[in-house]
């Protein structure tokens, strides 16, 4: 039988990147992982999938194509990586490398029915063609992207370029994601949908007798521990967590503090040393995925902190899902909008408000220690409200619905 419809999805960026890469770095672990998910499932519904991945090296598209063979995604959607030919950071290569990308896209966007635009420029890229085909155009909104560049420090002018980027790919779309409850600035009779950023439950869960053979392998029995997991990059707050911990260190001083990131941390060493928290009381980790859920479920409390910025105000770190998966309750700042939201509604674990002492955030935080109620809890809703296993016929339900 002939598919009924097609769908592209539209990557502006390497498909798949190693963290060791030279050069510019992308992150397109969500988008790997929501092709990974939704292409089956418009498979079975009996739509053709594919993929176009621009900017590519030759040996990322080589890394593109071993990752859809070793994870099965070749049997479900056909994919075309195209090479970048100009350089990045200068103006001129940049426009000449769009309008190569243009020419590449225009006879694929012609016979799709649906263009998934990832991000941004994904997106740009099927709202400046689509008034002369007759597919519909998603745009899978990647936060306040704008917002982000100008607490970089960007020119103003690249902020307000972008901005103008971000309103009109949602004049033209016909659906946009955001991965908020909220989206600012919608035009008047657009469709909007929140989708959050779901994790995979085949990797990250909560089994209550490998959590504690990791607390004793650790030697963690009698312990209250902390986890972070992430990079240290900025809006990650480093320096926050670190003061809350040595904080907590004087009411609870059997606290200890799980650092897992992709790599060694000399930012987290720096802030450590700074506030004079012993060696004794702090581990840093570099682990797989598969191992990292059995080490952050033996926590009893997770850092997610982030700033007053409207960037986060429109945010839904993935690690937020993956924490109460692992049935690891989070500790919040009260400026990621949504998250608030479910922590307070559904008993998710403490929110650290605006001016409010440390002291009377770490009284509430002590009753978490083994809380395995709260444990439970936490691993049920994400199961059933955050995992892709729950959501993927739900966003294909969201495609079919244009057409």
């Not at 105000?313 to 309750?329: D, I, N, R």
């Amino acid at each position: 039988m002939a598919p009924k419809n097609t769908i592209l999805f539209l990557l502006p960026a390497p498909f798949y990147q190693k963290p060791d890469e030279p050069g510019f770095q992308v992150q397109t672990q969500n988008f790997r992982t929501t092709l990974g998910f939704v292409a089956p499932e418009l498979c079975r519904r009996n739509w053709s999938v594919k993929l176009v991945s621009l900017s590519n090296t030759a040996q990322q598209i080589k890394n593109g194509k071993e990752y859809l063979n070793s994870s099965g995604l070749d049997k479900f959607c056909r994919a075309f990586f195209y090479r970048r030919k100009m350089g990045r950071g200068k103006l001129f290569p940049q426009l000449v490398q769009f309008f190569i990308n243009i020419r590449y896209l225009q006879k694929k966007l012609a016979k799709s029915s649906v263009v998934y635009g990832y991000n941004d420029v994904g997106t740009l890229y099927g709202a400046l063609l689509k008034p002369f085909y007759r597919y519909r155009l998603v745009y899978d909104m990647r936060g306040d992207r704008s917002n982000e560049m100008a607490v970089q420090g960007a020119p103003r002018w690249r902020v307000v370029f972008y901005r103008m980027i971000r309103n009109f790919c949602l004049r033209r779309c016909d659906l946009v994601f955001t991965v908020s409850s909220k989206c600012p600035g919608l035009p008047e009779g657009k469709r909007h949908r929140p989708k959050f950023n779901f994790y995979d439950a085949r990797n990250f869960y909560y089994d209550a007798t490998i959590a504690e053979q990791k607390r004793k392998e650790l030697n963690l029995e009698n312990r209250f521990v902390f986890v972070y997991s992430g990079t240290d990059k900025y809006y990650q707050m480093v320096p926050e967590m670190v003061r809350f911990f040595s904080a907590f260190l004087k009411i609870c001083p059997d606290a200890w503090f799980m650092i897992n990131v992709p790599k060694p941390s000399e930012k987290f060493r720096e802030e450590l040393e700074k506030k004079h928290v012993p060696a004794s009381a702090w581990g840093m980790f570099h682990l797989d995925q598969h191992t990292l859920n059995q080490y952050q479920m033996v926590a009893d409390m997770a850092f997610l902190i982030r700033e007053d910025l409207p960037l986060n105000h429109y945010a839904f770190p993935t690690k937020f899902s993956e924490y109460l998966a692992s049935g690891v309750p989070v500790l919040i700042t009260e400026h990621v909008h949504s998250l608030v939201n479910l922590v307070k509604d559904y008993n998710l674990g403490e929110i650290w408000k605006t001016g409010e002492p440390l002291s009377e955030v770490q009284k509430r935080i002590v009753r978490y220690r083994s809380n395995f109620d709260v444990k439970e809890r936490c691993a049920s809703f994400a199961r059933n409200q955050l995992s892709w296993q729950k959501n993927a016929s739900w966003l294909a339900d969201q495609l079919e619905a244009l057409l």
